[in-house]
């Protein structure tokens, strides 16, 4: 993230959960259960955005990404996996090296950068993602032409991040912190975006949306896509024209 966007106080935050980042039943477990559903909308997304076959096992192999917010590599481990030369920056030197460590333990390639996103070598990247980071960084317009700036010619963007409705402040922030869900400070409210907010934004930095869908509580499997937007929403774009 850039300087303008780095909000050192998340940062803090969510360094101090580096540790036990990769534990499913640890302070990430939401985390763990929200991402099998994001990995299946990046998937969708990608095989509709560069015609790939479902079937195959390595859809982004002879692409790169970027995960912007990645943590501890939650999804970029996955990402290499699919096939891609994968980056990862995150503003908390702890979580980056909680990524590095992991990584080498899973014997992938992937490079990782703790800090400002600005002060990455000026490249490009085909797949540009960034989940539940925006609502952390102090300038959302800022943070998203960066984002932007990032994603080349032909290449495809997905963001997540959670709704700000009555229901996301009672059930995303009250409840869950209350009891346990998610570790206390982890959201402000306040600074979550409504889609047409995040919408505009991405315009503003001359993307254009083709994708959005709700990602919401499932009693059988945790999460699904699809159906309400009202606590979270994953959201796909490219550059205009």
Request: charged letters at 20%; glycine letters at 10%; a negative charge.
């Amino acid at each position: 993230m850039s300087a303008a966007t780095i909000n050192p106080n998340e940062a803090a935050h969510f360094g101090a959960l580096a540790a036990d980042w990769w534990d499913p039943h640890g302070s990430s477990a939401m985390l763990h259960r929200l991402n099998p559903v994001r990995l299946a909308y990046i998937r969708e997304q990608v095989d509709l955005h560069w015609q790939v076959d479902a079937r195959e096992r390595h859809p982004l192999a002879g692409r790169s990404a970027l995960d912007v917010g990645c943590g501890a590599g939650l999804l970029a481990e996955p990402l290499a996996r699919m096939g891609a030369v994968v980056t990862g920056v995150d503003a908390a030197p702890e979580n980056i090296a909680a990524a590095e460590g992991h990584a080498a333990g899973q014997g992938l390639a992937i490079t990782y950068h703790a800090g400002e996103l600005a002060a990455l070598p000026a490249s490009t990247f085909d797949l540009v993602t960034s989940m539940e980071v925006v609502e952390h960084v102090t300038d959302p317009a800022a943070f998203v032409a960066e984002l932007a700036a990032r994603l080349a010619p032909g290449g495809l963007m997905i963001l997540s991040t959670p709704n700000r409705t009555l229901w996301s402040k009672l059930l995303l922030v009250e409840a869950a912190e209350r009891v346990g869900a998610v570790p206390r400070g982890t959201h402000d409210w306040d600074q979550f975006l409504k889609p047409e907010e995040l919408a505009g934004l991405l315009e503003g930095a001359g993307l254009e949306v083709i994708d959005r869908t709700g990602l919401s509580p499932s009693p059988a499997r945790g999460f699904k896509l699809g159906g309400s937007e009202a606590l979270n929403y994953l959201i796909a774009a490219r550059h205009k024209g």
